[in-house]
T-cell receptor, first 113, second 119 residues
Framework: DTAVSQTPKYLVTQMGNDKSIKCEQN?????MYWYKQDSKKFLKIMFS???????INETVPNRFSPKSPDKAHLNLHINSLELGDSAVYFC????????????FGEGSRLTVL | AQKITQTQPGMFVQEKEAVTLDCTYD???????LFWYKQPSSGEMIFLIY??????QNATEGRYSLNFQKARKSANLVISASQLGDSAMYFC????????????????FGKGTKLSVIP
């Protein structure tokens, strides 16, 4: 069983479209995250959720919105996609908010044309 | 704010030899945690090793060890007996006050070092 799974793995879309990436973890962890990895491999946190409450919200455009129906799921919705949104988006989870031992999904490569 | 610096964009090592990947950090926190992650070409991120700022001994996990020098604010990763499967990007990361319950945690990553193991 995959511990942290995210879908789709690849996503190609046009500028201006709206898209979602889904993430599920079966580890029973309390905290989930979304990270963005740019073309230079730099990883930056976007959001984290702890027990369905947003606890970190970095300065990302409000076109990005995390949605967590329950503590096992943290989906990422992106409105009005722009070229600069092209990146690999990683979902991750951790036991709680105090640990840096993260379990990552395989990443979702988003390409905006 | 925390900052992680990895000065080696790329490194080469001969198979079966040891290699050290450098990581320095900057923080005003008294308590923090340091991590190394591996990202193979397949793209997934894999946790390797953790060092707490108050841990007196350097962390080890199999062939991985963390050379922690608190006064110099460095947390270098040492991989012994390199294998071809070690070829990957390696990221150093830190988190402030891991067990203080202060809330608002953020794992900050360095820009990574690409390690290539030569047969």
């Amino acid at each position: 069983d995959t511990a942290v799974s995210q879908t789709p793995k690849y996503l190609v879309t046009q500028m201006g479209n709206d898209k979602s990436i889904k993430c599920e973890q079966n580890l029973g962890h309390d905290t989930m995250y979304w990270y963005k990895q740019d073309s230079k491999k730099f990883l930056k946190i976007m959001f984290s959720y702890n027990n369905k409450e947003l606890i970190i919200n970095e300065t990302v455009p409000n076109r990005f919105s995390p949605k967590s129906p329950d503590k096992a799921h943290l989906n990422l919705h992106i409105n009005s996609l722009e070229l600069g949104d092209s990146a690999v988006y990683f979902c991750a989870s951790s036991q709680d908010e105090g640990t840096g031992e993260l379990f990552f999904g395989e990443g979702s490569r988003l390409t905006v044309l | 704010a925390q900052k992680i610096t990895q000065t080696q964009p790329g490194m080469f090592v001969q198979e079966k030899e040891a290699v050290t990947l450098d990581c320095t950090y900057d923080t005003s926190d008294q308590s923090y945690g340091l991590f190394w992650y591996k990202q193979p070409s397949s793209g997934e991120m894999i946790f390797l090793i953790y060092q707490g700022s108050y841990d007196e001994q350097n962390a080890t996990e199999g062939r991985y060890s963390l050379n922690f020098q608190k006064a110099r604010k460095s947390a270098n990763l040492v991989i012994s007996a390199s294998q071809l499967g070690d070829s990957a990007m390696y990221f150093c990361a830190m988190i402030p006050a891991p067990y203080s319950g202060a809330g608002s945690y953020q794992l900050t990553f360095g820009k990574g070092t690409k390690l290539s193991v030569i047969p």
